[in-house]
């Protein structure tokens, strides 16, 4: 089954101690990007990623880090959490090619709460 | 800043039609987006339309494109409580940016 699977599904976690969350694709996308989602303000995107070993910033990228070393994997690192990153986190890939009508996958979503 | 806006909240009575609008700045974008989002859920791709059609019908979904106002707009006829959720239309170009999301509530 062609899936994006995100873990964990939620995390509570204190502010300053630096977590990751991973999110895996089988469908050997060469596109993967990470999103927030709060209320009122949509996904933003945070990264996103070519291929592998090319990684580029989006919308809201500070306290994020990311990296593509597979290309079915592509964590997302928080070095030091804060608050202001509890968020709801969605994984998703796709194809690469803007001339294609490329449906992007989401995961099932990560939410994260730092206290 | 977003690129593409919707606004947040739509209620209707079940069997009523819903009609979600969306707009968007960038008159380059090559494919529009419709996604759903249930309680829990991550999105699912509900539909889609190239820029240069004026409409797509899917079922009980017809997508409207009015590309020279940017409008792009969801209409779910026989609107039923399953289809409570959030909507959230896209815009592909190099990436997909996403609207703030529309929660439709459908009343019994």
């Known amino acids: 089954e062609a899936q994006v699977t995100q873990n964990p599904r939620y995390l509570i976690t204190v502010t300053g101690k630096k977590l990751t969350v991973t999110c895996s694709q089988n469908?050997?996308?060469?596109?993967m990007s990470w999103y927030r989602q709060d209320p009122g303000l949509g996904l933003r995107q945070i990264y996103y990623s070519m291929n592998v070993e090319v990684t580029d910033k989006g919308d809201v990228p500070e306290g994020y880090k990311v990296s593509r070393k597979e290309k079915r994997n592509f964590p997302l690192i928080l070095e030091s959490p804060s608050p202001n990153q509890t968020s709801l986190y969605f994984c998703?890939?796709?194809?690469?090619?803007?001339?294609?009508?490329?449906?992007?996958?989401f995961g099932q979503g990560t939410r994260l709460t730092v206290v | 800043g977003e690129d593409v806006e919707q606004s947040l909240f739509l209620s209707v009575r079940e069997g009523d039609s819903s009609v979600i609008n969306c707009t968007y700045t960038d008159s380059s974008s090559t494919y529009l987006y419709w996604y759903k989002q249930e309680p829990g859920a991550g999105l699912q791709l509900l539909t889609y339309i190239f820029s240069n059609m004026d409409m797509k019908q899917d079922q009980r979904l017809t997508v409207l494109l009015n590309k020279k106002d940017k409008h792009l707009s969801l209409r779910i006829a026989d609107t039923q409580t399953g289809d409570s959720a959030i909507y959230f239309c896209a815009e592909r170009k190099s990436d997909m940016r996403f609207g703030a999301g529309t929660r439709l509530t459908v009343k019994p």
């Open positions: 998703a890939s796709s194809p690469a090619g803007t001339e294609l009508n490329t449906e992007a996958f």
């Open positions: 469908m050997n996308h060469e596109y």
